[in-house]
C-alpha cells in the first residue's frame, strides 16, 4: 500500500483559497487513481475530487465544482487540490486517498492521515 502524506491545510478566511499537497512514498503512485475525500465533525467522510493515473480523466463532487482543481505529477509522486473561493462549508480534515478509479470510500485502499482545513466565515 501506498503511503501518503497530507500538507497545506490551515486557517482561512470565507472567500479565500488554500493548496493541499499530498506525497506518496511508494514508487508505484503513477498508477493508482488518487482521490481526495473530506469529513466534517459529526458527518461521514465524503468524496470530493478524483483524478486517474494519467490525468486523462477527473471527478468532482457538485459541491466543489467550480471552486476546487484537482491535479497531479506522477514525476514528483504527488497531488494537489486547488480550492477557491471556500466557504464554511468546507470546513473539514481533508484526507488524500490512492486506489481504483471511482468516488466511492472503497475504491480506495490507502489513506493519509488527513489535513484540517477550517474556514471562518
Known amino acids: 500500500q501506498a503511503q501518503l502524506v497530507e500538507s497545506g491545510g490551515g486557517l482561512v478566511q470565507a472567500g479565500g483559497s488554500l493548496r493541499l499537497s499530498c506525497v506518496a512514498s511508494?514508487?508505484?503512485?503513477?498508477?493508482?487513481?488518487m482521490a481526495w475525500f473530506r469529513q466534517a465533525p459529526g458527518k461521514e467522510r465524503e468524496f470530493v475530487a478524483a483524478?486517474?493515473?494519467?490525468?486523462?480523466?477527473?471527478l468532482y463532487a457538485d459541491s466543489v465544482k467550480g471552486r476546487f482543481t484537482i491535479s497531479r505529477d506522477n514525476a514528483k509522486n504527488t497531488m494537489w487540490l486547488q480550492m477557491n473561493s471556500l466557504n464554511a462549508e468546507d470546513t473539514a480534515v481533508y484526507y488524500c486517498?490512492?486506489?481504483?478509479?471511482?468516488?466511492?470510500?472503497?475504491?480506495?485502499?490507502?489513506w493519509g492521515q488527513g489535513t484540517q482545513v477550517t474556514v471562518s466565515s
Open positions: 483524478i486517474d493515473w494519467s490525468g486523462g480523466r477527473i
Open positions: 486517498a490512492a486506489g481504483r478509479w471511482g468516488s466511492s470510500l472503497t475504491d480506495f485502499g490507502s
Open positions: 511508494e514508487r508505484t503512485f503513477r498508477v493508482y487513481s
